[in-house]
């Protein structure tokens, strides 16, 4: 199985600020890489698919940037509706698709 | 709009059975797959199969092979995903998702509700 690993586990923020969440792959997967948005007791959203491209209807503070085995997402100028868990997932192998382990996003 | 509702909660012993429904609407059902997900208590997420209502053809997790099945009605648009031999390590929520490719990346990219199985004696 490829290991998608995420970094760091929780952060702190302040509304209007910038983080990055960091995904590494246990292997190269070029760019099949997507990133899901989950709030407390929700199903999760896809922000975004194949490393960089943006969802329909997700805000352009959402940016996705990698290929190979390391990726990242960065929130620009975050508002309060952001806070919440984010999971990077793999598809470049089928059997199974992995997840990261999540990285949830508090407000400081 | 396009949604995905899924059948409703159920509490089940061990060693029995459970068989969850994902009911779509708002597109056509035969353009999309359909996968399973699902999410322990406090935990992330686990991918457990994929099935092409095109066909009934499916795919799944090896972790699962021999316990799972998924099927679907194309009469009523609904996918169902049936474990089997339960274990209380196999309480999460279950959810479906609507799968989509591009340039042959997969992406998930409609989820249902999902629906609580909580495995207990």
């Known amino acids: 199985d490829i290991q998608m690993t995420q970094s760091p586990s929780s952060l702190s923020a302040s509304v209007g600020g910038r983080v990055t969440i960091t995904c590494r792959a246990s292997e190269p997967i070029n760019n099949y890489l997507n990133w899901y948005q989950q709030k407390p007791g929700k199903a999760p959203e896809l922000l975004i698919y194949a490393a960089s491209s943006l969802q329909i209807g997700v805000p352009s503070r959402f940016s996705g940037s990698g290929s190979g085995t390391d990726f990242s997402l960065t929130i620009s100028s975050l508002r309060p509706e952001d806070f919440a868990t984010y999971y990077c997932q793999q598809t470049y192998s089928a059997d199974p698709y992995t997840f990261g382990q999540g990285t949830t996003l508090d407000m400081k | 709009q396009v949604q995905l509702v899924q059948s409703g909660a159920e509490v089940k012993k061990p060693g029995a059975s459970v068989k969850v429904s994902c009911k779509a609407s708002g597109y056509t059902f035969f353009a999309y797959y359909l996968v399973w997900v699902r999410q322990a208590p406090g935990h992330g997420l686990e991918w457990l199969g994929k099935?092409?209502?095109?066909?009934?053809?499916?795919i799944y997790g090896q972790k699962f092979q021999g316990r799972i099945s998924m099927t679907r009605d194309t009469s009523t648009s609904t996918v169902y995903m049936e474990l089997s031999s339960l274990r209380s390590d196999d309480t999460a929520v279950y959810y479906c998702?609507?799968?989509?490719?591009?340039?042959?990346?997969?992406?998930?990219?409609?989820w249902g509700q999902g629906t609580l199985v909580s495995v207990s004696s």
């Open positions: 998702a609507r799968g989509d490719t591009l340039m042959g990346i997969d992406y998930f990219d409609v």
């Open positions: 099935i092409n209502p095109s066909g009934g053809s499916t």
